[in-house]
């Protein structure tokens, strides 16, 4: 009994940076390949014919005289296929041997073809079994055994009619010949790049911080590492500057790096720093890290206007008029000032406030001879710089006639037109000569007042301005200040009136029907819209079947009107609503209701719904003739689409019609007529 040995046939191959050419002109003999020839006798032929017998060979390696290569051309082999091959897929166990008289020896064909240029990947398998019989076969193109992947085709085994059964193997073109598929494996068309070194992917690509100059860090942000190659990934992290700080700064596999930023002493401006993410096998990968740091808040700073004060008196007489200094915030944050001074012969008040403010100013004549004095006040504030504001004080001698003085010397006052009047403003008269200043004050417009008209010595006066009748408009007037032995002085006043705000309503009527001793019929809306800034309004009603609401509001609004039928007897009663309004014109809507006697007859009316965005509602009207409609009957809010006709007459035709309305009181033409024959 010839015992038939079962083998397998693995091809495989790799492909790296491109396509692997084998050059068949320039074949050497590579001692890479063996083919195992199994003991006992090898018998060639076909099924059916004599065999013809050669002697057992003993089990041999011998050089696979299949290619030959140039120098450092890639190599490619047929070895055979081992357990521990990696990158074989799973190939089935040889099965057991099978005894046959017709079954013929085959040599053991090497199990792996492997090309490669550096490493090898491979990329599929194909298992290859010969027949019980003699008859020689060959393995079409995709025909690889179940689990494996059919790129190239491979022959039977070496059992031919006119092949050789020597181990030392197949030649090229017999090979070839048996296996059609093999010029593809050698030579391949193409393949695609496969590489199996770790690489690093970041997310995201970049990082951005912004803090202030001496504040606090930013919150920290995360770097997501990933292996966007193959193997492993065993990686670390690195920054570039101080202000950067890195937690987790290595891992293996996917993972994540918390970025830190320290503002610490760093001056406005925008800095620029780099995390590098790097690992054994991969490239390095950079992170751009930007941080600004913003400018510190601006600290407060002192302003006065004005910048100097001088004051005049005579010896021995009036205290010269007070004076004032405006303090403000030039610069950032909270301004919290201290005024202070260095002359006995002045006094400050208040000597301090926090934001805007002003300084009253006082100077004394007191036993001062004739000279020029001349103080500082010193404006001082937290965390800003000292201001001083220079003060000159002029003592002259008697006698020097009086000079008026009028502080300030302009006034502007505003108000709206029907509104109340501005507040009263002061003037401060002084005497900036000598001797006493007997002075009276008189305006040349009648809008405008002084109080008191007159007095002696430094003073003031308080103006008014009234708006009255005024329209909207800018009105300009004039103070003319006079003294015994003193020039007149003019004192320039604007008054700006404003226009009246307004308030509108929509509609401008309201009609209920009902029966008596029925339900109350449906509440209306009256749109009330507003105009020319704040208006303040109010809503009365003059009917106690009749309420409004809200009752009052300071914008525009939508008023609902109810009416309640309780208790009224068959009637039509009238009512008004009234919006009034502070430095506005009232307005009114005026309210019918006709209560119907009781009645038994009634229809109800409905209707397709107006699309329209500023549907206010629905009008209804009726008629006992065609076409002959008067008053509204009923009127019907935006939302409802039918309405109920009561108090109908028997043996009475009726016709009705219905149109819509929207917010502003446009209304419709008539709908289409309905009638209907009440018996």
Do not use: C
Request: proline share 7%.
């Amino acid at each position: 009994m010839r015992q038939a040995i079962h083998q397998h046939l693995i091809v495989t191959y790799a492909i790296s940076l491109g396509l692997i050419t084998a050059y068949m002109s320039l074949l050497q003999p590579i001692p890479s390949a063996s083919a195992q020839q199994s003991t006992g006798t090898v018998s060639q032929g076909t099924s059916g014919t004599g065999t013809q017998k050669n002697d057992a060979q003993p089990p041999t390696r011998k050089p696979h005289r299949l290619i030959r290569k140039p120098q450092n051309a890639p190599i490619a082999s047929v070895e055979p296929s081992l357990s521990g091959s990696t990158p074989v897929s799973s190939v089935p166990t040889p099965p057991p041997s099978i005894q046959s008289d017709n079954t013929t020896s085959q040599s053991k064909e090497p199990s792996s073809l492997n090309r490669s240029v550096g490493a090898a990947v491979p990329l599929a398998t194909m298992n290859v079994a010969p027949s019980s019989t003699t008859t020689t076969k060959s393995i079409a193109v995709g025909t690889a055994s179940t689990g494996t992947t059919p790129l190239a085709a491979a022959g039977a085994g070496n059992s031919s009619t006119t092949g050789s059964g020597s181990a030392g193997g197949r030649s090229m073109s017999r090979l070839a010949a048996e296996m059609p598929g093999l010029a593809q494996l050698i030579s391949p068309p193409s393949a695609p790049v496969v590489s199996v070194n770790p690489a690093i992917g970041t997310s995201p690509t970049s990082l951005s911080f912004t803090a202030q100059q001496g504040g606090g860090n930013p919150t920290a942000q995360t770097v997501t590492i990933s292996n966007t190659g193959g193997g492993t990934l065993s990686w670390n992290a690195s920054d570039s500057t101080s202000w950067l700080s890195l937690s987790s700064a290595s891992g293996t596999g996917t993972g994540t790096v918390t970025v830190s930023v320290t503002t610490g002493t760093l001056t406005a401006g925008s800095y620029s720093g780099t995390v590098t993410m790097s690992a054994t096998g991969a490239s390095s990968v950079t992170v751009p890290v930007t941080f600004t740091v913003a400018a510190a808040p601006v600290p407060p700073a002192i302003g006065a206007s004005p910048t100097s004060f001088s004051f005049a008196a005579t010896q021995g007489g009036a205290n010269p008029a007070t004076q004032t200094v405006s303090i403000s915030n030039t610069g950032g944050g909270t301004l919290s000032w201290t005024a202070s001074d260095n002359a006995a012969w002045l006094t400050l008040s208040p000597a301090s406030g926090t934001g805007n403010g002003t300084v009253t100013l006082t100077v004394a004549t007191g036993t001062l001879t004739a000279a020029t004095y001349s103080g500082t006040i010193t404006l001082a504030a937290t965390g800003a710089s000292s201001m001083t504001v220079p003060v000159t004080f002029t003592v002259t001698t008697a006698p020097v006639p009086p000079t008026i003085g009028a502080s300030p010397t302009s006034l502007s006052f505003t108000a709206q037109q029907g509104g109340g009047n501005p507040i009263a403003q002061t003037l401060n008269i002084s005497n900036t000569g000598g001797g006493t200043l007997s002075w009276s004050a008189s305006p040349d417009t009648t809008w405008l007042a002084v109080s008191p008209a007159s007095d002696t010595g430094n003073g003031a006066a308080t103006v008014s301005a009234t708006t009255g009748i005024l329209t909207a408009g800018s009105y300009t007037g004039k103070i003319t200040l006079s003294a015994t032995g003193a020039s007149s002085m003019t004192v320039s006043v604007t008054f700006t009136v404003t226009a009246a705000p307004t308030i509108s309503l929509s509609p401008t009527s309201l009609t209920y029907t009902a029966t008596q001793g029925g339900t109350n019929p449906a509440s209306q809306t009256v749109a009330l819209t507003t105009a020319g800034g704040v208006v303040n309004w109010t809503v009365s009603d003059s009917a106690s079947w009749l309420s409004v609401s809200p009752a009052s509001g300071s914008s525009s609004s939508t008023l609902t009107a109810t009416v309640n039928t309780t208790g009224l007897v068959a009637a039509t009663y009238n009512g008004t609503i009234t919006v009034s309004a502070t430095g506005s014109s009232s307005k009114t809507v005026a309210v019918t209701l006709t209560v119907s006697a009781p009645t038994t007859s009634s229809v109800t009316l409905t209707w397709a719904p107006n699309a329209d965005s500023d549907l206010a509602g629905y009008k209804v009207y009726r008629a006992t003739t065609s076409g002959a409609y008067g008053a509204t009957l009923a009127t019907v809010p935006a939302g409802s689409v039918s309405y109920m006709a009561t108090g109908l007459s028997a043996n009475t035709t009726y016709f009705f019609v219905i149109t819509a309305f929207d917010n502003a009181g446009n209304e419709s033409p008539f709908s289409n007529e309905v009638s209907i024959r009440i018996n």
